[in-house]
Nanobody
Framework: QVQVVESGGGLVQAGGSLRLSCAAS????????MGWFCQAPGKERAFVAA????????YYADSVKGRFTISRDNAKNTVYLQMNSLKPEDTAVYYC?????????????????WGQGTQVTVSS
């Protein structure tokens, strides 16, 4: 089994930055992709960013392109989300997930294990 734990959320003013971390653990860890999703109050969970575990392919929602950067450290089984130029509309619970089956990395279906979420709040 795989455990996924996010950290790094918090309260930040508009224009500020946060760096989220997602540590995964489990036997023979080698996923197809890891990704970040967010869920704002009253809205469905939405895709934010994803990265292939092998190779350098990354994917971003249009709303975060140029502001957020996803990266990984394979040796630590960890993925990061650097969030710059934060906007109040970015306020949400951010979830990290890992997927082991080849699929479209920008949809929830691709992921098998999910973290508990970390709250990001951006004030005006």
């Amino acid at each position: 089994q795989v455990q996924v734990v996010e950290s790094g959320g918090g309260l930040v003013q508009a224009g500020g930055s946060l760096r989220l971390s997602c540590a995964a653990s489990g036997r023979a860890f080698s996923p197809y992709a890891m990704g970040w999703f967010c869920q704002a109050p009253g809205k469905e969970r939405a895709f934010v960013a994803a990265i292939r575990w092998s190779g350098d392919m990354t994917y971003y929602a249009d709303s975060v392109k140029g502001r957020f950067t996803i990266s990984r450290d394979n040796a630590k089984n960890t993925v990061y989300l650097q969030m710059n130029s934060l906007k109040p509309e970015d306020t949400a619970v951010y979830y990290c997930a890992t997927g082991f089956v080849r699929d479209i990395a920008t949809i929830e279906r691709a992921y098998d294990y999910w973290g508990q979420g970390t709250q990001v709040t951006v004030s005006s």
